[in-house]
């Protein structure tokens, strides 16, 4: 965007801080039996790990 790339590095940490984020509030609201955002911080949880786990792989190549 803007002519600039964000850099691999920073994706991997933000999808990181993100995944484990979403997880602590994700379980918090189980204890809570707050499932319905419990199912949708779960979901948000596991897709910003495979953003993590994706951007790794980059950064590998890079």
Do not use: P, T
Request: glycine share 12%; net charge positive; hydrophobic share 60%.
């Amino acid at each position: 965007m803007f002519g600039r790339r964000v850099s691999v590095r920073n994706v991997l940490i933000f999808s990181i801080v993100a995944a484990v984020v979403c997880a602590a509030v994700s379980l918090y609201l189980v204890l809570q039996h707050g499932w319905v955002g419990a199912g949708i911080l779960g979901v948000l949880a596991v897709w910003f790990g495979v953003d993590a786990v994706r951007s790794y792989g980059w950064q590998k190549k890079e």
